[in-house]
């Protein structure tokens, strides 16, 4: 510690001119500078982006096969903001960017990603096809400023057991009665000596808050993205609903402690584990259960407004061009092979193969693009035979068009990070739901005004 | 600052370590030669350091986001600063944590010198380097650890806890418990201040305490006034290094809180601690003129802290004969 | 919150055993010392147990010390899932990198302080002892700038190249090594004809080779720590050094909604067990370096 402290606080920077010198001068250190290396015509770099699985990497392969001239170098690794920015600051950004759609009107603002309108007619990507709410998420002032990926639609799943235990049939449940939903959250949940057993009902606060409010019929933004709605009482009220139901089943902290404990993508998932009752989740999660665990005994329902409407907030990552990429012509193609209907019904097709071959269940690949969707599930997904992911399968496609997404703005980190802090706040008890988005309005309106001028 | 005053004294008064006077023209030219030795050291203060720091002063008054130009935006940078709740929510926890990490710190790991000093024989080697282990773990690999160790509802800890019915709290979630649980994890990491004081107590005279022995004096009153004296300066440097590096803290605490997003939807704003905030607003936001302004008043607070304990300490240290490592 | 038990006993323990209880005490030290040092590894064997254990029984017995059922394919896993293999080449280069160049400046630096009588001498090594107490985060913003002007973000370069103009810790360690050299056999080369530099090359180097190999270890040390300088710098994963890569380890795997935390841990084992190593290979010279650090008050 001592030591550590010191050593950190001195020496701290040099001039690269005078690095050049002293280097020789101090009799030649190693240096473990790697550089970028020239970047010529036919490289293509891209950042926040892993080959995971087959999905990622069929359509990777066919990006190789119809372009070998063009020398890719995938970055693995998640989006992180701070490296992104810091990368476009120094005027060496990679070619093409994977990141979640909702930030990416801020960087549209701030001129760090381009338009892509050349992009598109260039390579003339079939922007028609792909879903509405997806194609409003990656344009920003009229403009495209990216191209979506997969399309993800929340669910609620639910824990046949823990129904069974709380007397209800799975398949009955049903969201829009917030009263009858708070008692069988509270009949699920078991809790023992300050220990979580079962955690009855997830709401997903903060992350679903822009959820609960449409499902309390309100939008926390304008459509234009220009104007907050954070405190119009219907979002209060539906943030006070969810909180309650986490306050009502052994308060955010300890759930919070309880929620970081599982292991949702593994054999030892939470449902089979009978460790939650029912939550919602992107149907991701399905997906993930069918290929690991496809006899767990789970219900998927719509998620559904307080008139009885299907609700569904979307979400999902898209490719973008950085300013400054050395290569935008490259990433333009990328971007285009990448999302096509042929390269998501190639790799979907994989998928499915690969699941058969293991005798795992496939609810096939949830895309951004509605055309490959189209195919997919008419002619590569088939009936497992296990009634509940069929099930699954039909609820999630049936809630697809109703889905929405918050409006792009000029500010969208900031103002998500403000309505994730206020959500925060009252989980933790430190503000009330009214109190805290008042604060959250102000702070937003003021992120939002900055942002567009 | 004061030490660097003390240590030049110290040099002065070794004997026989001074140059024979020498003629003029070699003296200027030993004077030309010493300022060739300093010369990277000078380069270093002035373009990395002094530089540096006249930079961010004037780029605190300004608002640059890296991206576009600098813009002039006089004390705004500060003026937001006394209305940022982040600013207070961070100067409170970053205060809290030093003011329970650094004594806390203090006492434990002269505890545990104090236990080593009483070990006999090699066995005393083995301890220390048993005490020192968790000072050899980078911090995030600490931070990952502890956030295994720290989870409320499965973690080791809690489940120690449990052992003697106790249910322990939710220190990794819950808002009221996050600091206190990373103090806890602070204090895993006593290696380097246990090591310090041990090699003080070692250095204390054995004649002394038996001097003391033989005038009655009681365990309690030879440890008060015989052994703290001996290694007061010694506990004063701990705390003062303790100090500087609290309120810098920064590697644990991001690694278990902040970076991805959903990781700060966690902790709110309970594990927001000044650096993380500075680093943030500078890397994050690439707000650069408000993070050089927040950098401006953590070294004026770090400086006057300094000086305040040197001042404090001046008056309680007993400063012995400085000797050579080596 | 045992620990936090602990304070008092120490004191009350240190009473030599004059009078009743000798015994007593006895068993109450060599309790206290086991408890400390149980307290003290107990993390270790935690997190290397936990790390070679199937997922689902990361969190499960916790008291186990050995793990059950033993899983090392954690350790193929994380080969996969990161470039744990690159990282760790790369903490090792810039490690020496940073070390190498702060250890022979700085005693360069030192060796200016120690040997000359000189006009300034006292004011400007005073400026050296002041800069230690400067906070490393007032010039992160503008030291960024100018690594961000020089076109070396991106690289791995900022992380050790700063070094290269000494530090002020070190100097003044390597200052009070070379004061304690006898200045006789400096006089003696000078008599035979040797050059300053020959001084400092030939004769201060060799003999300043302890306190040298301090300086190396702890920045070694320091290096190996440093999560911040990577993530302000690194963006290409490729160029992580072991903690950067387990941060982004960590936000993947622990905080990013994909939990795996078999390869938390194993990545946090491999982050670690290079520099515990290192202090067993150097211990002698590590607590001697720290030892020195506090007895300058």
């Known amino acids: 510690m001592v030591g550590g402290g010191f050593s950190r606080g001195a020496g701290r920077a040099a001039v690269a001119l005078l690095v050049a010198g002293a280097v020789t001068a101090c009799g030649g250190v190693g240096s473990g500078g790697g550089g970028g290396g020239g970047a010529t015509g036919s490289a293509l770099t891209t950042m926040g982006f892993g080959l995971p699985d087959e999905i990622a990497s069929v359509r990777v392969d066919r990006f190789k096969k119809a372009h070998p001239e063009i020398r890719l170098t995938v970055n693995q690794g998640q989006f992180d903001e701070q490296a992104f920015l810091s990368a476009v600051a120094a005027g060496d950004p990679p070619d093409v960017v994977y990141m979640p759609r909702e930030r990416l009107g801020g960087y549209a603002a701030r001129g760090a990603v381009q338009p892509l309108e050349g992009c598109v007619s260039t390579e003339g990507i079939a922007t028609g096809d792909f879903y509405p709410a997806a194609r409003q998420q990656v344009t920003y002032d009229g403009k495209w400023y990216g191209v979506p990926e997969f399309y993800n639609s929340i669910v609620l799943v639910v824990n046949d057991k823990a129904a069974k235990d709380a007397d209800v049939d799975p398949k009955s449940i049903d969201t829009s009665d917030w009263d009858k939903l708070a008692a069988l959250a509270e009949k699920m949940n078991k809790v023992s000596g300050g220990k979580v057993e079962r955690y009855g009902f997830n709401p997903k606060l903060p992350e679903f808050l822009p959820l609960w409010a449409k499902a309390n019929g309100a939008d926390i933004l304008s459509q234009d993205g220009r104007t907050a709605h954070l405190d119009d009482p219907e979002v209060a009220e539906a943030l006070g609903y969810a909180a309650g139901l986490i306050d009502a089943q052994g308060g955010w902290s300890r759930l919070k402690a309880f929620t970081d404990t599982f292991d949702y993508f593994g054999a030892e998932n939470p449902f089979v584990k009978d460790q939650i009752g029912m939550m919602l989740t992107e149907q991701f999660l399905v997906s993930a259960m069918a290929g690991t665990t496809p006899d767990v005994k789970i219900t998927v329902l719509p998620f559904k407004d307080r008139q009885g409407r299907p609700v569904n907030m979307i979400g999902g990552n898209a490719w973008v061009i950085p300013a400054g990429a050395k290569n935008p012509a490259a990433a333009c193609k990328w971007i285009k092979m990448m999302t096509e209907a042929d390269a998501w019904i190639a790799a979907a097709r994989a998928r499915q193969d690969k699941r058969a071959a293991e005798g795992k269940v496939n609810i096939g690949t949830y895309t951004g693009n509605a055309r490959a969707d189209q195919v997919i599930f008419t002619q590569i997904v088939k009936p497992s035979g296990h009634a509940a992911f069929d099930d699954a399968v039909a609820t999630i496609r049936s809630v697809q068009d109703a889905g929405f997404v918050v409006p792009q703005s000029g500010a969208a980190a900031e103002f998500t990070r403000v309505w994730q802090d206020a959500a925060t706040r009252v989980l933790q008890k430190s503000q009330k739901p009214g109190d805290t988005l008042r604060q959250a309005q102000g702070e937003a309106q003021r992120a939002l005004d900055d942002a567009g001028n | 600052m004061t030490t660097a005053e003390d240590t030049r004294r110290g040099a002065g008064h070794r004997p026989g370590r001074d140059p024979a006077p020498a003629g003029r023209r070699a003296w200027r030219g030993e004077t030309r030669w010493a300022y060739v030795f300093l010369l990277p050291w000078l380069i270093g203060l002035l373009v990395f350091q002094l530089g540096p720091m006249v930079a961010s002063l004037v780029l605190s008054f300004t608002s640059y986001d890296l991206i576009g130009g600098a813009r002039f935006e006089g004390l705004g940078n500060y003026r937001r600063m006394l209305e940022d709740p982040k600013v207070a929510r961070a100067v409170g926890n970053t205060v809290l944590y030093t003011v329970l990490h650094v004594p806390l710190a203090a006492v434990l790991a002269l505890g545990l010198a104090l236990l080593l000093n009483r070990v006999t024989g090699r066995a005393a080697g083995a301890f220390r380097t048993i005490f020192y282990l968790p000072s050899m773990t980078p911090y995030v690999a600490v931070g990952v650890l502890f956030l295994f160790l720290l989870n409320g509802q499965a973690g080791v800890i809690n489940s120690f806890l449990a052992l003697f019915g106790v249910s322990g709290p939710q220190w990794t979630t819950d808002p009221d418990w996050i600091l206190a649980g990373i103090v806890l994890m602070s204090l895993w990491n006593l290696g380097s201040t246990t090591v310090i004081l041990f090699a003080a107590l070692r250095n204390v005279p054995r004649e002394l305490t038996e001097a003391a022995l033989i005038d009655g004096a009681g365990p309690w009153q030879r440890f008060r006034s015989v052994t703290l004296p001996m290694i007061s300066s010694a506990v004063f440097f701990v705390v003062i290094v303790n100090t500087i590096a609290a309120l810098q803290m920064f590697d644990q605490v991001y690694t278990m809180f902040f970076g991805s997003q959903s990781a700060q939807q966690t902790s709110g704003d309970a594990a927001l601690f000044y650096v993380v905030y500075l680093f943030q607003q500078a890397f994050q936001y690439l707000h650069m003129g408000y993070a050089s302004a927040l950098a401006w008043v953590l070294f004026l607070v770090i400086a006057v802290i300094t000086l305040i304990q040197v001042r404090v300490g001046r008056r309680f240290v007993y400063y012995e004969a400085e000797e050579h490592p080596g | ?297």
Not at chain 3, 48 to 56: E, G, H, Q
Not at chain 3, 173 to 181: M, N
Not at chain 3, 278 to 288: E, M
């Open chain 3, 1 to 297: 919150m045992t620990t936090l038990d602990r304070p008092r006993g120490p004191a009350e323990a240190t009473r030599p055993a004059d009078g009743v209880g000798r015994g007593t005490r006895r068993v109450l030290f060599l309790t206290l010392l086991a408890a400390a040092s149980v307290i003290f590894l107990y993390p270790f064997v935690w997190l290397v147990v936990a790390s070679l254990k199937p997922r689902d029984r990361t969190f499960a017995d916790p008291f186990l010390p050995w793990p059950a059922p033993f899983a090392p394919g954690n350790y193929a896993a994380v080969w996969d899932a990161a470039p744990v293999l690159t990282w760790l080449v790369n903490s090792v280069v810039v490690g020496v990198a940073a070390a190498l160049a702060v250890t022979l400046s700085s005693a360069f630096v030192a060796f200016g302080f120690a040997y000359f009588r000189f006009p300034g001498r006292g004011v400007l090594f005073g400026s050296v002892l002041a800069t230690m107490m400067l906070p490393a985060a007032v010039t992160l913003v503008p030291t960024y700038l100018i690594w961000n002007s020089a076109g070396l973000t991106g690289t791995q370069v900022p992380l050790w190249a700063g070094n290269l103009f000494g530090s002020a810790f070190y100097i003044f360690l390597l200052r009070q090594f070379l004061l304690g050299l006898p200045r006789y056999v400096f006089e003696a080369a000078r008599v035979d004809g040797a050059t300053y530099l020959d001084l400092f090359w030939r004769i201060a180097l060799p003999l300043a080779r302890p306190a040298l190999i301090i300086a190396f270890i702890f920045e070694l040390k320091a290096s190996w720590f440093d999560l911040m300088k990577p993530l302000i710098y690194l963006r290409d994963p490729a160029l992580f050094t072991l903690p950067r890569g387990l941060k982004a380890i960590v936000d993947q795997f622990y905080q990013g909604g994909d939990p795996k935390w078999e390869i938390v841990l194993a990545a946090a084992v491999i982050t670690t067990l290079p520099l515990i190593l290192v202090f067993f290979l150097g211990q002698r010279h590590f607590v001697q370096g720290i030892a020195t650090t506090g007895r300058r008050g």
